[in-house]
């Protein structure tokens, strides 16, 4: 194959999903980006800003703005390190956690709804290739 019909195909089907995510965290009063913050926290428990900003893929400096807002919507907590007064943990608030609480399960039920087009058989095997082209750029 010559031309760029694959590459053209997985960028469609990527903004068509952010397009789908974005609608839907809009509707929490949220961006993708503010949602998949939550999101670590949510599975992970309390995080540094950097660890948090390496799982969400995304520089340091908007993780930084992300997390301030987050903080100010009451969706987060800061706790600064005993040891270290420059370091700190974020976790989510209770209000964070009674959001995600709400609206995580919608967010799983849609994006399956999406991926259960798929056999399990199919899923693996997308899963497999596209980590073959992840792992290659």
């Not at 995510?21 to 950097?50: C, D, M, S, W």
């Not at 709804?113 to 750029?137: A, V």
């Amino acid at each position: 194959m010559n031309d760029l019909k694959t590459i053209t195909i997985l960028f469609r089907a990527k903004n068509a999903l952010d397009e789908l995510i974005k609608a839907q965290t809009e509707r929490f009063g949220l961006n993708p980006t503010e949602f998949a913050a939550l999101e670590v926290l949510y599975h992970k428990g309390p995080l540094t800003p950097n660890v948090i900003s390496s799982k969400v893929l995304i520089a340091h400096s908007s993780m930084s703005y992300v997390i301030h807002r987050l903080v100010e919507k009451g969706l987060l907590e800061r706790t600064v390190h005993a040891g270290d007064k420059r370091s700190a943990q974020l976790s989510l608030s209770p209000t964070g956690n009674e959001l995600m609480d709400r609206v995580y399960p919608d967010h799983v039920a849609t994006l399956r709804q999406i991926l259960d087009r798929l056999s399990p058989t199919e899923e693996k095997h997308l899963q497999d290739l596209l980590k073959i082209l992840g792992q290659s750029t």
